[in-house]
């Protein structure tokens, strides 16, 4: 199969021109997977899931901490299924709200790992299936309860089916439900490896959440369709990053503003000269806005470009800053990119409006969605609720947002959802959550809140909400 005809997950990794004794997968503390291992693991999940009666466009969550197997299963579980990764941290509410309205058909988490999704896939009679981690090796697991199939046939998704499914908050509590076809998918992460400049040579450094529709496609299923190889650390916080690097010699990785303000705090703390000639060629900034003077702080500390892109969960890579312009979030990547006035009018160069994209390769439309649907769709734009402008040369600037979301970092919150949570507290008549700006995340979130009568502390509702929404949805701070 010529690689112009390759529209699937499937196609692309296995069927590829990776070498097939390549790197695939390594992480700290494990052999490293090749990717004639990894091939082999794909098939093998597809052949036990469909022995276990699912088949294509079965939606199967994965909630499972990151790491290697939590890697290897995203990229198996998309070849013939649909994946739904989601924050195992996520409290019990959350996962009964998701596991209702998206259809999942069944749930794979890390054996041994704590997360409410077992008891809410308990309560709603939903099959449940552990990873366990095959020792020595990295990425690779068996599915337990194990079942025989190694007669099965395994079948493998076509390029109309959906591939995975996003959630990203919207101006309404209720997470906007984003399912991407396997032809969109892979034919956009194919498009990153081009504007990106991803090669068979480089070492991606994965360090992006997983359920974040970032961390499903530049870090992960971009540089695997390519043959790079891409290392899976656990549980990683900033101090990780230089052991990493000078262990493991990443070429690149991509992260929102708050990751690399950590990984430029953890760099002042390194001797200049344990970082000569270390491996980085380039980091990739996305998620969110990372302030200008700590951009020039990190690249001139580390040697290397920081470099700027806008990307969305409905579309993956819009734009990238190469080659660089300063204050730009690049050129676009896709030649349906407008600006429109009030009106639906399309803007000169220079005039500011709201962004506009109209391509075949990201969504159709939400999911269960129709209010969502009317006001995001004008005359086949799809229009982003971010403002900005294109100048003359064709880069787009942002300038900043129509929709009433928070941007915490790079994850996207709904004020509503905040407020619905605030409001279910018994001593609560009323409340508003709403953003603050923050020097390092951005923006972060504060609560006005009308009481009933009753007396209550900021600490005890911040522990009320702990119990119902994951901790970053939590206010940092509170009006009473």
């Not at 990425?139 to 046939?153: M, N, T, Y």
């Not at 504060?446 to 900021?458: D, N, Q, R, Y």
Request: hydrophobic share 40%; aromatic share 8%; proline share 7%.
């Amino acid at each position: 199969m010529e690689e112009a005809d390759h529209s699937t997950i499937r196609d692309f990794i296995l069927n590829g021109h990776q070498d097939p004794d390549q790197h695939a997968i390594e992480s700290p503390g494990y052999l490293p997977l090749t990717y004639r291992d990894l091939r082999e693991q794909i098939v093998s999940l597809v052949k036990s899931l469909n022995a276990r009666g699912f088949h294509r466009n079965d939606r199967i969550a994965l909630v499972t901490p990151a790491g290697p197997e939590t890697a290897v299963c995203i990229v198996a579980v998309m070849a013939g299924f649909t994946a739904i990764v989601l924050n195992p941290q996520q409290k019990y509410r959350e996962f009964e709200e998701i596991f209702s309205r998206v259809g999942i058909k069944a749930i794979i988490l890390l054996q041994g790992h704590q997360t409410a999704a077992r008891a809410v896939a308990a309560s709603c009679s939903l099959p449940v299936m552990e990873l366990a981690p095959v020792s020595g090796v990295a990425g690779k697991f068996d599915l337990i309860p194990e079942i025989h199939f190694h007669a099965v046939v395994p079948e493998f998704a076509s390029p109309s089916d959906t591939a995975y499914v996003l959630l990203t908050s919207g101006t309404t509590a209720a997470a906007k439900v984003i399912p991407r076809t396997q032809a969109q998918s892979a034919t956009g992460k194919k498009r990153t490896c081009e504007y990106q400049g991803i090669t068979p040579a480089d070492r991606c450094l994965h360090i992006t959440p997983y359920y974040h529709g970032l961390g499903v496609g530049a870090p992960l299923i971009s540089p695997l369709i390519i043959g790079a190889t891409v290392i899976c650390p656990r549980d990683f916080i900033p101090s990780d990053f230089f052991n990493l690097l000078m262990t493991f010699h990443p070429t690149y990785y991509t992260a929102g503003p708050a990751l690399n303000h950590g990984i430029l705090r953890e760099r002042k703390k390194v001797p200049a000269d344990l970082l000569k000639d270390h491996s980085l060629r380039y980091i990739r900034s996305s998620a969110g806005v990372f302030p200008e003077d700590l951009r020039k702080e990190l690249e001139t500390l580390l040697g290397i470009p920081v470099i700027d892109s806008y990307g969305l969960s409905e579309a993956g890579l819009v734009a990238i800053n190469i080659p660089p312009k300063a204050g730009s979030v690049g050129l676009p990547c896709i030649k349906t990119l407008a600006i429109l006035g009030d009106n639906g009018e399309l803007l000169p160069a220079g005039s500011a409006g709201e962004i506009a994209i109209a391509n075949d390769l990201f969504f159709s439309r939400y999911e269960n969605a129709p209010v969502e649907n009317t006001a995001a769709f004008t005359d086949g734009w799809f229009r982003t609720g971010d403002l900005g402008y294109l100048d003359d040369e064709g880069y787009l600037f942002l300038t900043g947002r129509r929709k009433e979301l928070i941007n915490k970092g790079g994850q996207k919150i709904s004020p509503d959802e905040i407020d619905t949570a605030l409001r279910s507290h018994p001593c609560v008549r009323d409340a508003m959550a709403f953003p603050v700006t923050d020097a390092v995340l951005g923006e972060d979130i504060a609560a006005m809140v009308v009481l009933s009568g009753e007396k209550v502390t900021e600490t005890e509702l911040r522990l009320y909400l702990l119990d119902r929404l994951v901790q970053f949805k939590v206010p940092e701070g509170f009006f009473l």
